[in-house]
């Protein structure tokens, strides 16, 4: 009796089958791909507790290690003191703070995680206190506060303006800031308030003490704007800042 070398063995056997190895091999290919799409994260999903010694701070929902869902902060006595709703990650919808006593104090609108809307803040009895605007992020000037009783605020000071005219003996114009009923819980800026919002990345901050602003604006070698607006942030018994701007009209046409 012959003996078949290995090789020729090895070589009959996938003769005889030859469908074995292509089935193999896709078989395992297949499985491969599968476990790829398949596979999940591996991040926590449910709600973690956070705390402080005994005391329970906050409750977080997470999808796959993201915040996504539900997040409370609490009061010392377990009473619930904000309440937030993330989407991957990103705060979404109406953000609440509560008073201790249970009622909402703010409501803050967000849209992927930056404020845009009205902020609505209420009274301990549930009615509206007051009405903030936001775009992207930042202040609008719409703004309204109401009595305990329902009524519209309104009387807020004015910026009274004064010009100091140097230009002919130091070629400089000094202005002069305060408000009309000479309150002194108020910052002034300076910049370009046209687009409607308060950006603090295009104001410059103007020295302020006892509620009065002061700034200089000196002649220059080129034509400038032939005015300048201001804006006083002025603290309400809110606790709120009020904005108001002032286009101040100058004498030349070359200061800065």
Known sequence: MKLIPGAALLLTVLLLNPGCAGRGSSIKDSQVSSD????????????????????????????????????????????VRQLFWYENGLREDSAKWYYIEGPVFRATPYIRD???GIQQQYFKNGKLKARLGFEKGLRTFFFE???????????????????????????????????????TK????????????????RCEPIKTLNGIGNFNLRKTSSA???????????????GNNYLLVKKIDLPYKDLK
Request: one cysteine or more; charged letters at 25%; a neutral charge.
């Open 36 to 79: 790829t799409v398949s596979v999940p994260d591996t991040g926590y999903t449910g709600i973690k507790q956070y705390f402080s010694g005994n005391t329970l701070e906050k409750e977080v929902t997470f999808r796959n290690g993201i915040r996504h869902g539900e997040m409370k902060s609490f009061y010392t006595t377990r009473q």
């Open 186 to 201: 108020v910052k002034y800026y300076r910049g370009d308030f046209s687009g409607g919002v308060y950006d603090t990345a």
């Open 224 to 238: 400038t704007k032939a005015s300048v607006e201001v804006l006083a942030e002025i603290l309400t018994s809110y």
């Open 145 to 183: 506060e109401y009595s305990s009783d329902g009524k519209l605020f309104s009387g807020y000071p004015d910026i009274v303006v004064n010009v100091k005219d140097e230009y002919r003996s130091n070629g400089i114009c000094r202005i002069s800031l305060e408000l009309s009923d000479k309150a």
């Open 114 to 116: 930056t404020i845009h």
